[in-house]
């Protein structure tokens, strides 16, 4: 069994940032993929971020050059950095495990609410 613990979400004003953190524990022997998505009220989940075990990254074009996504392989913890942040970045946002321990698996974190006031 593996669990993803979130945290760092809250309340910034626009131009704030604020850093999100997901650390898994439990059987794990590596993780292949480490995801961002997120969630606005009304509409559908969406992939912010994506960094592969080599640390390749990916990011919706809304983000780039706003938002960093880093891994610590040796933690089991992925990053997202934040900056320069919008009223419409406002959205619940989950991370996303896809790798291996003696099963493959895909796991999703609890959700933490990041709200931008203008």
């Known amino acids: 069994q593996v669990q993803l613990v979130e945290s760092g979400g809250g309340l910034v004003q626009a131009g704030g940032s604020l850093r999100l953190s997901c650390a898994a524990s439990?059987?794990?022997?590596?993780?292949?993929?480490m995801r961002w998505y997120r969630q606005a009220p009304g509409k559908q989940r969406e992939l912010v971020a994506a960094i592969t075990s080599g640390g390749t990254t990916t990011y919706v074009d809304s983000v780039k050059g706003r938002f960093t996504i880093s891994r610590d392989n040796a933690k089991n913890t992925v990053y997202l950095q934040m900056n320069s942040l919008k009223p419409e970045d406002t959205a619940v946002f989950y991370c996303?495990?896809?790798?291996?321990?003696?099963?493959?698996?895909?796991?999703w974190g609890q959700g933490t609410q990041v709200t931008v006031s203008s």
């Open positions: 439990g059987s794990i022997f590596g993780i292949n993929f």
């Open positions: 996303n495990f896809n790798g291996f321990g003696p099963t493959p698996f895909d796991y």
